[in-house]
């Protein structure tokens, strides 16, 4: 890549990542969310009183359609953070991808309220659903916790000591979060589309399941980055089974939901593991690895 091009599109970052943290963006989209989570529930109940212009798509008839809306405009926002956390470090964005995946096991619990009517009433009809609402929240729950121990288990170490390195590396996550970034405007107005067409989901899978494939994608490409600046076995098994948390995560997402929920937690416990593990022996092979060099 030409000398000029890669500082330019490190900028193109920065100033996108500064403009989706500030805090007015945020107010804003806070605010725009609860607007369109009352209009939502406003256009259903015109629906269901048969006042609905006929010249729009009719809405949902249920008014839980509503929550479930607002939830998944939640988690696109989480993306797009998660998309300007990965030049930070892969542990920050593992975790990001939790926090995330709490947020979906939540949804799924919310997408079972129209199994129950209005008002809600549990019967012998629905009884498989509230198994399927205990389950999914119980493992949001789970993961969670194991997120928490997570965040205090992280250190914070500097893997890579020289600053020219350190600087080198960065700017290559950054020009993969650009790219990222591309993607999930594409795949957005992709779905969104076809959405607003009445057609299928492109290719068959759900938003957030692509999203999840291409950051497999995308971590892999984050471990062979880190593999020029950070040449040694211990760099290479700890990025690559945040990689492995990552996968079990996708695999969670297109699961039924017990088997999405066992998945789910199970992702948590293993990045957990794996990160006591960098935590009690990562000064070990640092110091095996320096050693050698």
Known sequence: MP??????LCRLYDRLYHFWEGTATQRRLALGLLW????????????????????????PASHFWSIELAFTLILV???LSLIFVLPASLSRSMGKQFEILTLILLRNAFKELPQFGEPVEIGM?????????????????????????????????NYIRDESRREGYVLSKKL??????????????????????GRPAPGGSGFFETIYTVLIFADIAMVLIAQRYMPS???????????????????????????CAGLAVFAALYVLALTWGIDRFGATFAEEASGRH
Do not use: D, K
């Not at 015109?46 to 729009?56: M, N, S």
């Not at 076995?233 to 088997?259: D, E, H, K, Q």
């Open 77 to 79: 926002m989480e993306l």
């Open 3 to 8: 000398g000029t091009l890669a500082p330019s």
């Open 233 to 259: 076995y211990f760099a290479v098994f700890r990025n690559s089974g945040f990689v492995i948390g990552t996968l079990l995560m996708r695999l969670s997402l297109s699961a039924p939901p017990y088997l």
């Open 176 to 197: 993969v979060a650009l790219i990222l970034f591309g993607i999930f405007a594409a795949i957005g107005v992709e779905h969104v589309w076809a959405f607003l067409a």
């Open 125 to 157: 009809g629905n009884l498989f659903q509230v198994g399927e609402i205990a389950a999914s929240a119980g493992a949001a729950l789970l993961v969670f916790l194991c997120l928490g121990v997570y965040r205090h288990l992280q250190q914070g170490r």
């Open 36 to 59: 369109i989570y009352l209009l939502t529930l406003g256009a259903v109940e015109l629906g269901r009183q048969g006042l609905f212009p006929a010249w729009l798509p009719a809405p």
